[in-house]
């Protein structure tokens, strides 16, 4: 199952479900559920909010739910606003379950020299390490 939905109303999440185990905890004497196995994040710039009905949605889940990695889809393609997701990709990591420093940014072929914007944006203001900007096509 992969859910889609809004975050904080800067763009939207495509989460695949979660590796999960239970856990015993001591005080008071209980099983939890926690989830495992953190997943890679694409930082995917579209250059504008991704919809229910957004032509690639079905294909984005299919692949989120095959290799395990979560899209977060900025509504916005400026730079600053998108620094604004990657910051909350940092202090969120343990709830979306994701590794904090493995973000990739990735754009289609009409986004590229936005997405390599925000990286040298998030590099340059964020003291991100991340990788140039690559393709995303399905």
Known sequence: MVEFYDYEGLGNIIDPESDTKQVFIPSPPTMTTVKTNPRSTILYITGGRIVEGYEKLEELKAYAEENKVVFVCPSSKDPEEVAETFNYIQSKYKVL??????????????TMDDAQAVVDYLV?????????AEEFSL
């Open 97 to 110: 379950n994701v590794k904090r420093d493995e973000i990739a940014v990735m754009g289609d072929a009409d």
């Open 124 to 132: 340059d203001e964020c003291d991100a390490d991340i990788d140039d």
